[in-house]
């Protein structure tokens, strides 16, 4: 069993950037693709990036250039780095631990990102 727990969340201003973690219960290991996901008001939730164990990353084509996807397996921790953001990317951001053998699915609660001026 996995818990995640996302933080950094925040309002920041367009062209701004934002920095979220999620931390992992027990330890991320070769078993585990991580990712985040994100949902906007009205709107249904959507892949924003992933990368598995070996660190082979995939965005969306939203995000590209400008988010980055990284893991620190020893501290447990996921990161996505956020820089030069644009209002379209307020949402509620979600981690996600993907068990690639069992194919079961772990959440966070999410953390609110909001971008305006």
């Known amino acids: 069993q996995v818990q995640l727990v996302e933080s950094g969340g925040g309002l920041v201003q367009p062209g701004g950037s934002l920095r979220l973690s999620c931390a992992a219960s027990?330890?991320?290991?070769?078993?585990?693709?991580m990712g985040w996901y994100r949902q906007a008001p009205g709107k249904q939730r959507e892949l924003v990036a992933t990368?598995?164990?070996?660190?082979?990353?995939n965005y969306a084509d939203s995000v590209t250039g400008r988010f980055t996807i990284s893991r620190d397996n020893a501290k447990n921790t996921l990161y996505l780095q956020m820089n030069s953001l644009k209002p379209e990317d307020t949402a509620v951001y979600y981690c996600?631990?993907?068990?690639?053998?069992?194919?079961?699915?772990?959440w966070g609660q999410g953390t609110q990102v909001a971008v305006s001026s």
């Open positions: 990368i598995t164990s070996t660190r082979i990353t």
């Open positions: 996600n631990a993907h068990h690639i053998i069992r194919d079961y699915n772990y």
């Open positions: 027990g330890s991320i290991n070769i078993f585990y693709t």
